[in-house]
């Protein structure tokens, strides 16, 4: 069964094939200010299953261990749509709210959890991690 989304607008659409590597919650303060929320759904798929349709724009952040994690986005709308992370090279991260069924996401895990909103509740039964896993 194919994965499918894509931004606000329409105008980037993707295809995924395979099954996600990491299904996880980002605490992290850039996550936060990306996405204009309290944290960032994410799961993460090898590379050269997920198939784009459109154009993205890179935005190249810096996380805390000092690699890039090149952000993109829909030039239209401006909608996050997935990130390349020098840190885990091979796999792709896709922004579950740009999935057209957002509840195939089922987070096995939490990182960053040290820079997480008070008002969030932390499942206990999820890993929870102060920052990235080695």
């Known amino acids: 069964m194919a994965i499918?989304?894509?931004?606000?607008c329409?105008?980037?659409?993707?295809?995924?094939s395979g099954e996600a590597t990491l299904s996880a919650v980002?605490?992290?303060?850039?996550?936060q200010r990306y996405t204009g929320s309290a944290f960032e759904p994410i799961m993460a798929f090898p590379l050269e299953g997920v198939?784009?349709?459109?154009?993205?724009?890179?935005?190249?952040?810096?996380?805390d261990s000092g690699r890039k994690?090149?952000?993109?986005f829909c030039p239209n709308c401006g909608s996050g749509v997935l990130a390349d992370?020098?840190?885990m090279q091979g796999v792709r991260l896709?922004?579950?709210?740009?999935?057209?069924?957002?509840?195939i996401f089922h987070?096995?895990?939490?990182?960053?959890?040290?820079s997480a909103q008070p008002w969030i509740q932390q499942p206990a039964e999820r890993q929870q991690f102060e920052r990235m896993p080695g």
């Open 51 to 63: 198939t784009l349709e459109g154009a993205l724009q890179t935005y190249d952040d810096t996380a």
């Open 85 to 87: 992370v020098d840190a």
């Open 26 to 31: 980002c605490h992290c303060r850039n996550c």
């Open 107 to 114: 987070p096995k895990m939490e990182i960053f959890c040290t």
């Open 94 to 103: 896709i922004l579950v709210g740009t999935l057209d069924d957002p509840a």
């Open 69 to 72: 994690v090149h952000r993109k």
């Open 4 to 8: 499918t989304g894509g931004c606000l």
């Open 10 to 16: 329409g105008r980037v659409r993707y295809t995924i």
